[in-house]
């Protein structure tokens, strides 16, 4: 058995014998070795192009081919995110009083819980999904569609799973590399993982399904959601992001930095539990780097 | 047997007193306790941050900064591989202007004290003399953040934001715009010094 094969099967009993659940990890298990083998290109290409590559551990410069387009469309988005969206993010985060946030948050929340249920059967974590679609239950029913998040006081905690942190989870690479980095146009910083991830996601998002399929105004009923959640995750990082650009000289480059940093983080909180020593390992290689 | 045993007590006996006559010698080189550095340093900030408001903030954090941060190192590794080619003044005036920088981005982001607090989880000690220690800073709403430092020669020579290290975050930014203004670190330097005396 190779490194990459025991990062697909971890020994998940049951897991194996699922017909469905086998064919989606075979989907994930293709996704997942396209990236390996485009890091194993670029680790080559930086060997033949940069040369100098070797005794960094990756974790310092993010892959960036499509730079010059990503900052294209940085700038872009930056100059809609002054004019129109955080304006509006700042209004909804100071006018909009903090028990309507608060519901807005829980509906739109519960609304993804399928999701992060079907993810969390794809990492191999059935019995948390099983918790997930009991919260969903609950919080649909006695939380009034969700916008009562009441399964939480029944001691359900919630998580919060998406395609990119399972892709990331089975790939045998550092979570630091997610492929090339990516700028999407209005969503904001991505990579190849995380950007096929929110594809997924997107494909199998039952509500997505649902209303597409019984032909109720879908577009407006998916636009309003995914409109809502983006004023509502704007202005939860109204701080942060303010702050990184106010004490940066290369916003472009902070930003690709932490965002790439802290997705690897949410990665490796899910590998932590089968392999935290091969973080720490990395760390002391880091702090030999330097 | 006995003859056997003895030896083994000698040995031991002289094993100890390896240990106790190298004591002394090592005394003054023991660690303090990381966990006790991390716990005192946010005692010492979230103080100032409780009595100092503008120019005295900025200036106690940056006492706090240039006695219980590692800034050299920190600042060595930002600048990563151009380290080596910046001159010897120009490291002198970087390091400088990374700090006044640092505190005056720290003086700003705290505001008003909000009733955070600090509180210590695990101690990892590592093999390269580096120890992590993890902590979460809780707030009187929402969640705690996840806060984690690295400690170096009882100095601190890191610190995650939610996994986001500040010396990897800063050491993107100062690479980006080195490369993007000739390579060279002078324009870097220049650009830091003009934001800290704005």
Redesign the interface.
Same mark, same amino acid.
């Given at each position: 058995m190779t490194v990459a094969s025991r990062f697909f099967w971890p020994g998940v009993p049951g897991q194996r014998n699922h017909p469905g659940s086998a064919l989606m990890i075979g989907v994930t298990r293709a996704i997942a070795a396209s990236i390996r083998r485009s890091v194993v290109a670029v680790a080559l290409a930086g060997t033949v192009v940069g040369g100098c590559a070797s005794g960094d551990t990756g974790a310092a410069e993010v892959w960036d081919p499509l730079e010059t387009p990503n900052r294209f469309i940085f700038s872009i988005n930056r100059a809609v995110d002054i004019i129109a969206f955080r304006p509006l993010a700042v209004m909804y985060r100071d006018l909009v009083p903090d028990r309507a946030q608060t519901g807005v948050r829980n509906l739109l929340d519960n609304l993804g819980e399928p999701v992060t249920a079907i993810n969390e059967v794809f990492q191999g974590d059935p019995n948390r999904a099983a918790t997930t679609m009991a919260r969903f239950l609950v919080n649909s029913t006695i939380g009034v569609a969700g916008i009562f998040d009441v399964a939480s006081s029944f001691g359900l905690e919630r998580t919060k799973e998406d395609f990119g942190k399972t892709i990331g989870l089975w790939a045998g690479v550092e979570p630091e590399n997610g492929g090339f980095y990516l700028m999407l146009p209005a969503y904001g910083p991505s990579n190849a993982r995380d950007a096929t991830g929110l594809m997924m996601d997107y494909l199998v998002d039952p509500f997505r399904i649902l209303t597409f399929n019984l032909a109720i105004d879908w577009d407006v009923w998916q636009i309003g959601r995914y409109g809502l959640n983006a004023v509502d995750y704007r202005s939860r990082t109204i701080f942060a992001l303010d702050d990184l650009e106010k004490n940066s000289v290369d916003y472009y480059a902070a930003l690709r930095s932490a965002y790439t940093q802290s997705r690897a983080d949410q990665i490796r909180e899910k590998r932590e539990k089968t392999n935290a020593r091969a973080e720490l390992e990395r760390r002391d290689n880091l702090a030999l780097v330097r | 047997m006995p003859k056997l045993a003895s030896r083994r007590v000698a040995l031991q006996l002289a094993a100890i007193a390896a240990i106790f006559s190298a004591m002394p010698v090592a005394g003054p080189a023991v660690a303090a306790d990381p966990a006790q550095i991390v716990q005192s340093t946010a005692q010492q900030v979230i103080e100032i941050v409780k009595t100092k408001t503008g120019a005295d903030r900025q200036a106690a954090i940056l006492g706090v900064l240039k006695t219980n941060f590692d800034m050299q190192?920190m600042g &060595? /590794?930002a600048l990563?591989t151009h380290w080596n080619q910046a001159t010897e003044s120009e490291r002198t005036r970087f390091l400088e202007a990374v700090a006044t =920088?640092e505190a005056k981005?720290y003086s700003e &982001?705290f505001g008003q004290y909000g009733g955070q607090t600090l509180t210590i989880g695990k101690v990892?000690p *590592? =093999?390269?003399g580096?120890t992590?220690v993890e902590s979460r800073l809780n707030q009187t709403t929402g969640q705690p953040i996840k806060l984690e430092w690295?400690v170096?020669n009882d100095r601190i020579s890191d610190v995650?934001v939610?996994?986001? /290290?500040m010396v990897?975050? &800063? &050491? /993107?930014?100062?690479?980006?715009?080195i490369q993007?203004n000739g390579g060279k670190v002078e324009p !870097?330097v220049r650009? !830091?010094e003009a *934001?800290a005396a704005r």
């Open positions: - | 190192a &060595r /590794s990563g =920088a981005a &982001r990892t *590592r =093999a390269n580096v992590i690295e170096r995650k939610e996994g986001v /290290s990897m975050t &800063r &050491r /993107s930014d100062f690479n980006s715009y993007n !870097l650009e !830091l *934001r």
